[in-house]
């Protein structure tokens, strides 16, 4: 059964940089599907960023669009945050495996514990 494991995260100032890893281990597929959400206390979760399979086919939020980039490679998934900002705080989590639909936000099947990123003004 598959299991997501996140790491990369940290405590930094307003304007700078982090990179999250996620393996997506015991999967003995190349997943179809791998994304980032994040979750601020007392917040919704929202979706950050998705990457297919493929790796040529991503999204991003617009609220991170210019400052974090998404990439993979096979079941290794990355997410290098740039200009980072006090609202970026927030737990971020990995998951992947699309059970249906397109490679975007919505359900995925497997879901790593998170790792803390903290922005500070």
């Known amino acids: 059964q598959g299991e997501a494991k996140e790491s990369g995260g940290g405590s930094v100032q307003a304007g700078g940089s982090l990179r999250l890893s996620c393996v997506a281990s015991g999967y003995h597929y190349t997943t179809n599907c791998m994304a980032w959400f994040r979750q601020a206390p007392g917040k919704e979760r929202e979706g950050v960023a998705t990457i297919h399979s493929s790796g040529g086919y991503t999204t991003h939020a617009d609220s991170v669009k210019g400052r974090f980039t998404i990439s993979r490679e096979a079941n290794t998934m990355y997410l290098q945050m740039d200009n980072l900002e006090p609202e970026d705080t927030a737990m971020y989590f990995c998951?992947?495996?699309?059970?249906?639909?397109?490679?975007?936000?919505?359900?995925?099947?497997?879901w790593g514990q998170g790792t803390q990123v903290t922005v500070s003004s």
């Open positions: 998951a992947f495996e699309k059970p249906w639909g397109r490679c975007e936000f919505g359900e995925f099947l497997y």
